[in-house]
């Protein structure tokens, strides 16, 4: 009878049975699953698609599928999603760089050359000596370096050897800036007829003869004449050569000046940038 009592005798509830009573309770339970799974695997995607826009377009599908919501719900159409990928790509860091946010600042930290840049007298002088100077470029970029005026250098050059490479005077004086050998060597030019490496040598050794003589006029005659001849006459020496010289690049120097204030003036007045 004990036995039978206690076979009757209501069983002592489980904590399974009230957690669980009926079917929408383990529906519920089965959507919370799902739920932190399309959660967790939206972070994970998120993790490896990181700013690039495509962890939302791909995460959120997956999750709305996840859990029983039809795509159609969505209403994403195509080109939505190329405008949102579109975006996406402009504020993008270029090359896995954060700081560059948006596509202008890309090109003009990544491509300074090809950001567009206002127009000022400094930019014309610099796109004058790349497009209207032979081996401009060069020169631009040596006196700039030797803080020195690139008309001033571009004039040396015409009036040493009219911009002809090879040439050789009687004083095996060679190339664009008429460069002495041995004077070469001691700047560093081992090839006088290389382009780069003349004028590299010709604008230091203008740079030491201002520096010494603290006169343009001066540095120029020294240039032509020697500084042996310098301090021998105190000054610009009454070499015909010389002095000729010295006003010839002179007036070089203020051709190529007026040149570019003239580009300049007219590119403002049509308000037409150099650099497009």
């Given at each position: 009878m004990k036995l039978s009592s206690n076979r009757n005798a209501p069983r002592r509830p489980s904590p399974r049975d009230f957690r669980v009573i009926c079917d929408c309770q383990r529906h519920a339970i089965h959507e919370r699953r799902l739920h932190r799974r399309a959660v967790r695997g939206m972070r994970i995607v998120g993790r490896h698609l990181q700013r690039r826009g495509i962890a939302l377009l791909v995460g959120v599908p997956i999750a709305f599928g996840a859990i029983g919501i039809p795509i159609e719900a969505m209403d994403v159409s195509i080109p939505l999603l190329r405008s949102i990928s579109d975006g996406a790509r402009?504020?993008?860091?270029?090359?896995?760089?954060?700081?560059?946010?948006?596509?202008?600042?890309?090109?003009?930290?990544?491509?300074?050359?090809?950001?567009?840049?206002?127009?000022?007298?400094?930019?014309?002088?610099?796109?004058?000596?790349?497009?209207?100077?032979?081996?401009?470029?060069?020169?631009?970029?040596?006196?700039?370096?030797n803080h020195l005026s690139p008309e001033l250098v571009a004039a040396v050059v015409e009036s040493e050897s009219d911009f002809r490479v090879h040439l050789v005077s009687g004083k095996n004086a060679r190339g664009l800036m008429q460069i002495i050998p041995e004077t070469g060597r001691l700047l560093g030019c081992e090839h006088p007829f290389a382009p780069t490496e003349n004028i590299t040598a010709g604008t230091k050794y203008l740079r030491y003869l201002l520096d010494r003589f603290g006169d343009q006029s001066v540095a120029l005659a020294a240039y032509n004449a020697g500084e042996g001849s310098i301090e021998r006459f105190g000054g610009i020496p009454p070499f015909a050569e010389t002095q000729n010289y010295v006003r010839r690049v002179a007036s070089r120097m203020h051709q190529y000046r007026e040149r570019i204030h003239n580009r300049y003036i007219a590119s403002v007045r049509m308000n037409t940038p150099l650099m497009q």
């Open positions: 402009d504020t993008a860091p270029a090359r896995s760089l954060p700081i560059f946010t948006t596509r202008k600042i890309r090109d003009t930290f990544l491509d300074p050359e090809s950001a567009p840049r206002e127009l000022t007298l400094d930019v014309a002088k610099e796109r004058f000596f790349s497009t209207e100077v032979p081996y401009g470029s060069i020169i631009y970029r040596e006196s700039v370096r």
